[in-house]
């Protein structure tokens, strides 16, 4: 048959050959190892002891089990610490898919081949989002209506045509890659009239990899969206069609890196898909019933459905995440307002109105000044600063124990030798620091004393000693101090202790936990970028009044180099600037879907 042409050697970088291992399958595999080792400890104690005398608890010993599971979740190299970054961080790292890993690929071993795109990851396997790197291509994102099926292949979905008519009543069909080389598809945009009728007398197809042109009767099935084939980070590009790859990477990867701000502000020009963003990475709540907002504040937020029944939402506030960003809800719903069943009750981190906001609208011109933005440096003004335009709330999080020692237990006392009493005024009786307390580098957050052997002591204390034969106190100052770059105020402390019934690592009495809060305003040195993989380092904050201006007198927030668009060609950011501009002065704001363009 191959010699006849009639087949074709089967493509080991087709989707078709390439199976998706999602974490049940992988925990499956480890579970099974501990099982194993646990049988063969089970059957080695029936030989070995009396079996009429042995309890199942002395036959079976769960430790295998618990170490092979505590292995793959500590130490497998798929097990990753969540990017908490931002809700897009989020939502991306939850639908990462990685050719490394156990019984995957090495970095090393992988070649050009297997780290390259193929035609069927269209619709499956972002073609844009992948690390740069070492990592490259070996590193996915699953496009933005992609699923995987029960059988681990990723399907993606079409809407079904005949006869040259697009039906699309119900649901589209979704179809693996190897289903899909065998049909003719028509892409999204392929124009089509009020019944579905597909107008054009020759249809552009893809057909077993490669393009042709059919009449509409013979296309089998139609694109559901120009947007199937990106990922969600590519997918919040406006005008991604006018960049170039390498910068529509470089974007999706830092819109991930985003710092989540104080005041946050959706975009004037974006994409359609920031409202889904925003719902899907989990940061908003959501009401699932139809009713009426009874009661809203900070904290909480009840709704009362059309039986009677109330439902409550508890808001996150000030919490600490992952990457030490600030996780805040803020309630956008009032008392007495209706609510309908997947409505938005409040804006989380980097959201505003129930969007994804990453970033601010600010004013922009294409020009050098003065040298200070030579090599993508970026000039800004301090507008950006005074209105705390690029704050953010950072939380750091301090932790002590009080160990059990060979000369004593520690203690957490305010009770600390040589430390002035105005040191501790924020401290409560037990020597821990009060929540509200603003605190700078050096200042005491938690008391600790530790007791001190003979040897530690100096020579005047031990002639001290010998001469009035007291017990001076023998404990030697160990307290948590905030280190010496930070500040911030205090806005959680966590106590735990064995009496409560809470788990510490051996060798605590006591553990703990003081976080602390504080705003970070922009600085010289600090990376900003566009969504076009334009970035850069702030170079200089100009006061206003230095800033270059408008005809009308109006100083530009910010300051970019002209030399930064034509080489790298993402013309994207010109044309976000001017929609930008535009809708600015219009007051409204646009949504440009990517690869809409028909003409």
């Not at 939502?91 to 970095?107: D, E, M, N, V, Y």
């Not at 005074?386 to 006392?413: C, M, N």
Request: glycine share 8%; aromatic share 6%; net charge negative.
């Amino acid at each position: 048959e191959l010699d006849v042409g009639g087949a074709s050697l089967d493509d080991i970088d087709h989707l078709g050959n390439r199976r998706v291992r999602s974490v049940g399958e992988l925990l499956q595999n480890q579970v099974r190892v501990g099982l194993n080792r646990l049988e063969r400890i089970i059957k080695e104690r029936m030989t070995v002891g009396e079996t009429e005398s042995l309890t199942p608890a002395q036959l079976v010993n769960p430790k295998p089990l618990v170490a092979a599971i505590k292995e793959f979740f500590g130490s497998s190299q798929l097990s990753q610490f969540m990017d908490q970054t931002n809700p897009l961080a989020e939502l991306t790292h939850k639908r990462r898919i990685s050719a490394l890993g156990p019984g995957g690929l090495t970095r090393e071993r992988a070649g050009f081949a297997v780290r390259d795109i193929h035609p069927s990851h269209y619709g499956r396997i972002c073609p844009i989002e992948t690390p740069e790197g070492p990592n490259a291509g070996l590193i996915g994102s699953l496009a933005t209506h992609a699923r995987v099926n029960e059988y681990g292949f990723i399907e993606t979905p079409f809407w079904k045509v005949e006869n040259g008519i697009v039906l699309k009543q119900g649901d589209p069909i979704y179809l693996s890659a190897d289903l899909e080389d065998e049909s003719r598809v028509a892409p999204g945009d392929v124009a089509t009239d009020a019944e579905g009728r597909i107008t054009a007398e020759l249809v552009p197809v893809r057909y077993r990899q490669d393009f042709e042109k059919v009449p509409p009767e013979q296309v089998d099935y139609v694109q559901l969206s120009p947007v199937q084939v990106i990922s969600v980070a590519t997918s919040l590009i406006p005008f991604l069609e006018h960049d170039d790859a390498n910068r529509a990477l470089m974007g999706s990867n830092m819109q991930r890196q985003a710092v989540p701000l104080l005041r946050p502000e959706r975009p004037l020009v974006g994409t359609g898909l920031e409202t889904q963003v925003a719902r899907d990475s989990g940061m908003v709540p959501i009401t699932r019933v139809n009713g009426t907002v009874t009661f809203v504040d900070a904290t909480v937020i009840v709704i009362r459905d059309e039986q009677g029944n109330e439902h409550t939402h508890f808001l996150q506030k000030y919490q600490r995440s992952n990457q030490d960003t600030c996780l805040n809800q803020r309630p956008i719903v009032k008392e007495g307002d209706q609510v309908i069943a997947g409505q938005v009750l409040a804006n989380g981190s980097a959201c505003e109105g129930g969007e994804i906001a990453l970033g601010q609208n600010i004013l922009l011109a294409y020009m050098p000044w003065e040298g200070y933005n030579y090599e993508d440096a970026i000039l800004v003004s301090e507008r950006l600063v005074t209105d705390d335009l690029y704050t953010s709330v950072h939380i750091e999080k301090y932790e002590i124990e009080a160990r059990q020692t060979k000369l004593g237990p520690e203690e957490i006392t305010r009770e600390i030798p040589n430390v002035a009493e105005e040191s501790l005024g924020n401290l409560d009786e037990m020597g821990i620091i009060r929540i509200g307390a603003y605190v700078e580098s050096g200042d005491i957050l938690v008391g600790k004393v530790t007791p001190k052997g003979e040897s530690d002591q100096p020579p005047e204390e031990k002639l001290l000693r010998a001469i009035f034969g007291e017990k001076a106190r023998d404990v030697r100052d160990n307290s948590l101090r905030v280190p010496s770059t930070e500040r911030g105020r205090v806005v959680d402390v966590r106590i735990y202790t064995r009496e409560q019934g809470d788990e510490l690592p051996p060798g605590a009495n006591m553990v703990v936990r003081v976080y602390v809060a504080q705003r970070r305003k922009i600085q010289v040195g600090d990376k900003m970028a566009g969504r076009h993989g334009n970035k850069g380092i702030i170079s200089r904050i100009l006061p206003r009044e230095d800033m270059p201006y408008l005809p009308d007198g109006t100083p530009i927030d910010i300051v970019l180099n002209p030399l930064g668009v034509p080489s790298r060609m993402n013309v994207g950011q010109v044309f976000e600037c001017l929609m930008g501009w535009a809708s600015a002065q219009l007051g409204c704001r646009v949504k440009v879907v990517p690869f809409d363009e028909m003409h």
